[in-house]
């Protein structure tokens, strides 16, 4: 796992905008040596910035993109109620912010908030593997212990697909054009554009340990998947502020949070509903067991999906992979 220095993110924040700043110049603004800043830029190199250097006109980031720095991250953040309780590590790369705040352990009132740059091992549900490549996207967990027990939180991932997508409005896009896959992926125009993996742990106790993780395709524009995806930089038709939105997301998934712990799934139900993008459809849901058919009915109080098989009975599921049903895609019905 690989963190830059205090002074490697600050020479990183004078390089993003991809403009030459020159070695004297930065050194006089951190009162340190050109020697030094040459080092700390070295040290850039070796965490895979690619940095060029010019005679007379000093360093420029062959890349420029908005590094998910602390500052970068914190400066939208200074209104926000919480700020004190934010605890926030930024990686150049890791494994996977999920299992490095799994490691962490959860403390009461303290929200941790984990992103990198890239994952080397990141992990979607049903164990797949998450595409995470450096500087593109967004690789975002937050740990919080949660005054709810465990099985009273069968809702809860759908909640954050919602926050998901209040972040992706409060950054400017408009909500309705956003699609949920149930139980909680974000679509766009039938192609996955974000993902979230929640993990639990707890005993059978009052309060239960949880790991939200989220990628959202960022400012990818290539990738060697064999799903359809989405990124926002192909939404937006520019690159965006990974920043900003990271500053969102912490907002909006710890609001949902605190109202989850408060009044349960109830609140987010009809929000959640007029997201939803198998509503009505003939569906097809991937169970442990096997396979199950039949219209989408929405879902329940607690989250389920509904299913109304051919005999016109309906079935909650809790758990599983919902699809549209293949006949349905190929005819278009
Ligand atoms: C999915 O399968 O749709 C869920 C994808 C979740 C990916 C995120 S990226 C940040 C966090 N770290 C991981 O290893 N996975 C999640």
Redesign the pocket.
Known sequence: MQRLTDTAQIILDYLRDGQFRSGQMIGDHLATSRTSVWKHIDNLRANGYVIECKRACGYQLQHPFDPLTTDAILCHLAQWPHVQQLSLTPFVAI?????YLKSQGTAARVIQVCV?EQ?L??????N?H?H?PFGQNI???MAIQLAVPMAELSGLSLVISLAVVNALSDYGLDGEVLGIKWP??IIFQGK?L????IELSGEAHATTDVVI???INANMDDAPLDTPWSSLQQVFGVPIQRAQLVASLIRNVYQALLTFQRSGFQPFKNAWQQHHCLQGQLIQLSIPQGRISGICKGIDNQGNIRIEGSDGIIESYGVGEASMHKDVNETGN
Not at 95 to 99: A, H
Not at 121 to 126: D, L, Q, S, V
């Open positions: 494994n996977s912010t999920n299992d990198a994952q091992k990141a992990r979607g549900r049903f797949r998450w995470s690789y975002f967990s909680n992926d996955k974000a993902g979230i993996l993780g989220i990628g």
